[in-house]
């Protein structure tokens, strides 16, 4: 259900977190599934609740927002050409070169908590995250998310 529409871009030239960040928004917004309001209000989330996660060999953001900026589930993924510094989840202090964002939209608060677990599990299998890296098509998209039991 959160991935059905394959919403997702490819080796992105983004120069910031907040360009990244717009980039996977516009995608959202394009296809109805998130209000026009919902890509300010996860750049401001992400100044005070930074999403950024040192994932081993790859850099990964979660960036989202509440459920009233929503108007159906959906999780969004971009690969950066480049990495951009995103703030560290657990340490504002430190930067994270982030490579793979997963704009999470969720239209029900309670659907985040077990989409996060379920993302933690595959950024924790560093080779499905270098799958990830490399990949450039839907395909190879839809078959990591199989293989990461997502769909």
Known sequence: MLFDEKVAKFKVNADSKESAIKIAADELY??????ETFFENVVKRE???????????????????????????????????KPVKFKNMGNTAEDVDVTHIFMIA???PH??????????????????M?????????????NILRESNLI
């Open 47 to 81: 100044k005070e609740f930074p999403t950024g996660l040192h994932t081993g060999k790859y850099g990964v953001a979660i960036p989202h927002t509440d459920s009233e900026f929503v108007d159906r589930s959906q999780v969004g993924f971009i690969s950066l050409d």
């Open 30 to 35: 394009k296809r109805g599934i998130v209000k």
């Open 130 to 142: 270098g799958k990830l890296y490399t990949c450039r098509t839907n395909e190879e998209y839809e």
């Open 106 to 108: 969720m239209a029900q």
């Open 111 to 128: 659907e985040q908590a077990d989409t996060l677990m379920k993302l933690m599990e595959m950024f924790s299998n560093e080779g499905l």
